[in-house]
């Protein structure tokens, strides 16, 4: 595995993209539900263990859907028992550095609400209500990346992403633009500013002998499409601004008619790397996840 490259979790598909994901970068998934975007984002965080000593954390923004399954399916696929850490845990700078704490490695910051996250589906109330609720929930988000990062994490996923006509009217969309862009994409000095706010000096010292490079973090977004068929997905305009515009990687998951059935495929649309395949992967799906044909 090349040093500047992760490893998708799915045996073949690595070589097809020249070692895997470029690291520091963001890779989306795109494909309706079901399809199998949950797997392969399980599959890619738990390539962590082999690659950095550590699986990577899930982040869940799931509020509208039925839960994606994540701890059935990691169990299941990898062995891996979650854990799931609380809105309710309080943010102490005193203990944060303190190798003995536990930090769940799942984080699910958008409550089950039954509630659309588009604002042109909210009243003025309800999409206030949204953002006071973010708001709430910065300082454990921040806290949930950047601790993990700290100690050795290379990888996250985001999942529960829902489809929308304006991805700028989306409440999901806009904390996505802050995670990566004010969190990921951030020197991790300046991070920890934020988390730390005015008591970052008495914790200086330490927050410097704990830093890491961002260039070293690799992102997917599991991003759940409107349409099913690949051929759909592939012919569909990017709008700007649109986040599959900024993205190194944009794969799309889709199903193929061949005669009176359907397959599941692969393709890789965008990958910033010395090799992108050209040709559509058949894959399908076992207790053990995603693997190609």
Same mark, same amino acid.
């Given at each position: 595995m ?9 045996i073949?598909l690595d070589?097809?993209l020249g070692?895997g994901f470029v690291? /520091? %970068?963001?890779?989306?998934? !795109?494909g309706?539900?079901g399809?199998g975007?949950?797997?392969f984002?399980? +599959?890619y ?5 082999? +690659? $950095?000593? =550590?699986?990577? !954390?899930?982040?869940?923004?799931? @509020?509208r859907v039925d *839960?994606?399954g994540?701890n059935?399916? @990691?169990q299941?696929?990898?062995n891996?028992?979650l &854990?799931e850490?609380? =809105?309710e845990t309080r ?6 550095f303190?190798? @003995?704490?536990v930090a769940?490695? #799942?984080?699910h *910051?958008l409550r089950y +609400?039954?509630?659309? !996250? %588009?604002k042109?589906d909210l009243?003025?109330?309800q999409w206030?209500d949204?953002n006071?609720?973010?708001?709430h929930? =910065?300082?454990?988000t921040i806290?949930?990346?950047f ?5 050795g994490v290379r990888r996250?996923v985001v999942?529960g992403?829902e *489809?929308v006509q &304006?991805q700028?009217e989306?409440?999901?969309f806009?904390l =996505?633009? #802050?995670i990566?862009? +004010?969190?990921i &994409?951030?020197d991790? $000095?300046w991070?920890?500013r934020?988390?730390?706010?005015q008591?970052?000096y008495?914790y200086?010292? !330490?927050?410097s ?5 961002? $260039? ?6 599991? #991003? %759940?499409?409107?349409? %099913?068929s690949?051929?759909?997905m592939? $012919?569909k *305009?990017?709008?700007? /601004?649109?986040?599959?515009a900024?993205a190194n990687?944009?794969i799309?998951m ?11 495929g692969i393709y890789?649309?965008?990958?910033r @790397?010395?090799?992108?395949p050209?040709e ?9 996840g995603?693997?190609l044909?």
């Amino acid at each position: 595995m090349s040093n500047n490259h992760q490893s998708t979790g799915i045996i073949g598909l690595d070589e097809k993209l020249g070692g895997g994901f470029v690291s /520091g %970068t963001m890779a989306v998934l !795109v494909g309706s539900s079901g399809i199998g975007k949950t797997q392969f984002g399980i +599959q890619y965080a738990n390539a962590g263990l082999n +690659q $950095e000593g =550590l699986r990577g !954390v899930l982040f869940d923004m799931a @509020s509208r859907v039925d *839960p994606q399954g994540h701890n059935e399916y @990691s169990q299941r696929i990898c062995n891996w028992i979650l &854990r799931e850490e609380s =809105l309710e845990t309080r943010f102490e700078h005193e203990k944060f550095f303190d190798s @003995s704490r536990v930090a769940g490695d #799942y984080f699910h *910051p958008l409550r089950y +609400q039954g509630k659309r !996250v %588009t604002k042109r589906d909210l009243d003025f109330d309800q999409w206030n209500d949204w953002n006071a609720e973010l708001s709430h929930n =910065l300082d454990s988000t921040i806290a949930f990346f950047f601790g993990h990062f700290i100690r050795g994490v290379r990888r996250f996923v985001v999942d529960g992403i829902e *489809p929308v006509q &304006r991805q700028g009217e989306s409440i999901q969309f806009e904390l =996505l633009e #802050y995670i990566y862009h +004010q969190i990921i &994409r951030k020197d991790a $000095e300046w991070v920890a500013r934020d988390l730390f706010r005015q008591n970052y000096y008495l914790y200086q010292e !330490v927050v410097s002998n704990n830093l890491y490079r961002k $260039e070293d973090v690799g992102c997917m977004v599991c #991003y %759940t499409s409107p349409e %099913t068929s690949l051929d759909a997905m592939i $012919e569909k *305009p990017l709008d700007e /601004g649109d986040l599959l515009a900024g993205a190194n990687t944009i794969i799309y998951m889709g199903k193929i008619r061949d005669g009176v059935k359907f397959k599941r495929g692969i393709y890789v649309a965008k990958h910033r @790397s010395d090799k992108c395949p050209d040709e559509i992967l058949l894959y399908d799906i076992n207790d053990k996840g995603i693997f190609l044909l």
